[in-house]
Every structure is written in structure tokens, then in C-alpha cells.
């Protein structure tokens, strides 16, 4: 029997089994009834109705109850006009554009009551901007006598009223609104290393709760609402990259009464001058417990640990960040000083750790090819990469000049004048339009010189090649696709090697507007 329509199935087989006979089978004609709910009359008013277990009609029910007695009609939201959020309370404010899923969901929730009984739908009724009022069309259903069910729509009312939050009454009143400011800094003549953290905090969203960010000829300053902001931030640096910080407080007010202080918090990170491709020399005492490590290596990688590699040896070692702050040396060649070499011959040799391997190298500076005879001869960790005829960039060991101190524990080594660093690409290929494009921070530069925004924008764009064929690098961050390129003549590159970027790399950008 179908109890939902009230009918019995038409037909029914039966299948007598016997050891000797097959089964025959017997159909049995049905005949089809309909299930009807007897009538009533209404307890209230005498009309004849449909059973229900309310033995009531629709009318009489909506007399006799009110489903949305006890829940709240007309409310109360405050609003900032400066920066357009709204207060929930206590004391955190949420950006919400007018008849959004957010500003819905906002109002919702300031409705008492709701807790007993269901929330079937919620739509806004239009009403005019300049109002002030929001009105919430809300549809709710309730259970009433004996399981009846009852679905009611009612209408709830939001007076909007205008209340400063205390970001924009500070910036009203030129009040030093910041409590806490992190100085970032680096003592290196480049800012790649900034360019690279600006990407990852950009990707782990941490600038959400600064409130602004000022950029120097040195560095970077970061500035919060609370301390715990600036703490978290100082925290996720020291993840990233090799940092050591102090801190400063400086009063700002005091109540004797109410014996309340008001400080300003300041961090100031320093963040390790070593980056990639950097030529350090090791001290002697720190060389020894790496096992014996040579003391002339290559930065190869920079994160909370440093990598090193000996690019005569291919032997690697790892430096912790509080292990480095304790030797704290600095980079006897850094990337301002590579110098383009073309591979004029190169011979493998059988010693290979990895991706690496050595190999015995000729080669000359890009500029003297052609205009003299002078090669030298190196040995290289990039026999795998390198092939005769292509350019690489290198540091010319032999030519250039040290401090005393710095390269004392080099005398005994008799190292080559060259060490080639990593693989150079043609010019004609780096104007090629870049298929990908990053996002930046909000920063408001201060003292900037012309001649800083000028070495800035090289150091960028050194920056974005190294993203473009280290795989590795751009690994940790969000690459996003060029709209104003077309990706078939970007990506059609008949030099393009395996490190290069592929599509499947590439991330869409969000963009949302009141259009879209």
C-alpha cells in the first residue's frame, strides 16, 4: 500500500516453488481506490474543513496564534560614515555594502528571538537610501497544536545610526592613532628581499589588520591598532626569514584614578643582510663546526634557515637563524656586483649531488668577447645546466677587493678568479611582456629620492626575472595573469627551459564591483 497517494498497486505476482514443476505464475487483478481525509468542522467557526490535528481552519489559526510574538521588529545599527563599516558589538566593525549576503547575515543576527523557531527566508525590502532605515522581509515556520505547522512572514525594521569608530575619531582628532609599529630593515644594497616578503604577506593576508604601511630608502614600517596585531606580524617574519627584533615602549597618557597607562609599542627587525646568490666567507670557528666546510660558499636559499653550497666541492650546509645572529657576518660580494660571462667550453666532471654537478669551465666576460683574448678557466656547480655558448652570471673573485677582516681565513685556499653563480638569459627574451603580474601593498613612501625610486624599480624587475625562471621561488607566492598581455605570444618562446612559467601557475583575479 502507497500511503503517500492513498492507492494499492494494481498488480500482484505470487511464485509457488515445487521440486518437479516450474513455478507457475499467478497474476491477481487489483482494483485502484483513493484515500480521502474525512471532513470536519471547524471548533471555532463551523466550517467544513479538511482533518487537520488542530481541528481548526487557516483563519482561526492565525487569530487564535502568533508565531512571532517575542522576536524583535524594530532595532538598532550603528553606522561609521568615514569608513563605511558597521558595529558589532562589542567593539569590531564589518565592512558591508547595502543588500549584500554580508549585511543580511548582519542583521539576522541581531534579532532576538529566533532561537525558537525556523528561518524559512530573509530578502530585503527596498527603502531609500537617505533614510537611514533597513527593512528585512523574514519568513519563519513554528510548530503549534499537536504538530500543526505554521508559516508566518513579518517585517523587521533597522534604524541606522551614526556612531564614529575609534580608528576615524583618532584620525579626526590628529591623534597619534597607532599603538603598535613594527621597523623592518636590512642592511643590504638592494630590496628584493622586501619585495619577496611583501608577496608573502600579501599571500597569507597578514597586512588585514594594519593600518598603514610607510615605505623608506631602508626599509619598511608596518603600524596596528593593538600590540597582539604587531606581535603576530613579528612572529610570522621570524618564520620567513633570519630576523632578530628589540622592542620600546613609550608612554602616551595616564589616568591616577582609574590607574590605566597608555603606551606606544615599537619593534624594530632586523632581518639577516644574506641573500640568494650572495658570496659570503664563513668564520673560521663557524667553517670548523660545519664540518670542515670551505670558507668561500654560495647562498643558494634564504628562509628561517640559510643555504650554503661550496661551488668547488658541491658541498652544502644549512645555517639556523639563531646560529647566524651569533656569528653575524655579512656577504663579501652581493648581487650588485655579478659580472656576465659567455661559456666558451665546459667539461662534467663524475661528482653530482642533486640537480648539480661540477664541471670544468672556460669562459670570458660577455663585454671583452670579441674585443680581447682573455678567458679564464673555473670550476662551476651548474654542469647540468650550463652549455658552450651560454651566458651566465658570475663574481670575478680575482679582481676585486676585500676587507682585511672579512677574508683573512682565505689565504690558505687557492680558490679560481671566477665563480659563476647561475644561468643568464638574452636581453631579447627579458623584454619579452611577462605573462604574469603580482600585487603590492598599500605603502605611502616617505623621503624617497628620485634616485631611490630608480634603484627601486631596477631592483623590482630584477626581482620579477628571478620569479620568472626560479620555479622554486615563486613556488611560495601568488602569481596572477596578466589581463593587458595575450598569453599565446607571451608564452610562444622557442628558448623557454623547464623552470619557466606555465599557465597552470598562473592565478585569476577577483575582481568585485558593483558591475560585475
Known sequence: INAEYGIVTPTCRCIFSNSTKPSPLIQIKMSVFTQTLPKILCCICGTVIDSNPSNMCIECVKTRVDITEGISKQLIINFCKSCGRYLQPPNTWLVCELESPQLLSFCLKKIKGMNKVKLVDASFVWTEPHSKRLKVKVTIQSEVFNSAIVQQSFIVEYVVQDQQCDKCTKMETNQNFWTAAAQVRQKASHKRTFFYLEQLIIKHNIHNSTLSIKEFPDGVDFYFGHRSHCLKFVDFLN??????????????????????????????????????????????????????????????????????????????????????????????????????????????????????????????????????????????????????????????????????????????????????????????????????????????????????????????????????????????????????????????????????????????????????
Open 239 to 516: 618564520a620567513v626569514v633570519p630576523i632578530r627584533f628589540k622592542t620600546a615602549e613609550r608612554l602616551i597618557s595616564q589616568d591616577d584614578k582609574s590607574n590605566t597607562f597608555t603606551y606606544n609599542y615599537t619593534f624594530s627587525v632586523e632581518v639577516s643582510p644574506i641573500c640568494k646568490d650572495d658570496l659570503v666567507c664563513l668564520p673560521p670557528k663557524l667553517a670548523q663546526s660545519m664540518g670542515n666546510m670551505s670558507p668561500l660558499v654560495l647562498c643558494t636559499k634564504v628562509s628561517s634557515i640559510i643555504h650554503f653550497i661550496d661551488p668547488f666541492t658541491l658541498k652544502t650546509c644549512d645555517l639556523l637563524s639563531g646560529t647566524y645572529w651569533k656569528y653575524n657576518f655579512t656577504s663579501i660580494m652581493n648581487s650588485r656586483q655579478l659580472i656576465e660571462f659567455i661559456i666558451l667550453d665546459i667539461v662534467p666532471r663524475g661528482t653530482s649531488a642533486g640537480k648539480r654537478q661540477l664541471a670544468d669551465v672556460q669562459c670570458a666576460r660577455n663585454c671583452d668577447f670579441g674585443v680581447n683574448d682573455t678567458t679564464f678557466s673555473t670550476v662551476t656547480h651548474l654542469g647540468n645546466i650550463l652549455k658552450p655558448g651560454d651566458l651566465c652570471l658570475g663574481y670575478d673573485y680575482g679582481t676585486a677587493n676585500f676587507n682585511e677582516d672579512d677574508v683573512k681565513s682565505l689565504r690558505r685556499y687557492n680558490y679560481p678568479d671566477i665563480v659563476l653563480v647561475r644561468k643568464s638569459y638574452s636581453k631579447d627574451k627579458k623584454k619579452k611582456a611577462r605573462v604574469f603580474k603580482l600585487k603590492s601593498l598599500p605603502k605611502e613612501k616617505v623621503d624617497m629620492k628620485k634616485s631611490d625610486i630608480q634603484k627601486e624599480e631596477e631592483d623590482y624587475e630584477t626581482f620579477l626575472d628571478d620569479l620568472e625562471h626560479d620555479k622554486e621561488l615563486r613556488s611560495h607566492i601568488n602569481l596572477y595573469k596578466a589581463t593587458d598581455v595575450p598569453i599565446a605570444d607571451a608564452m610562444d618562446n622557442d628558448e623557454a627551459d623547464e623552470d619557466d612559467i606555465k599557465l597552470d601557475e598562473l592565478l585569476e583575479e577577483m575582481n568585485i564591483n558593483e558591475d560585475a
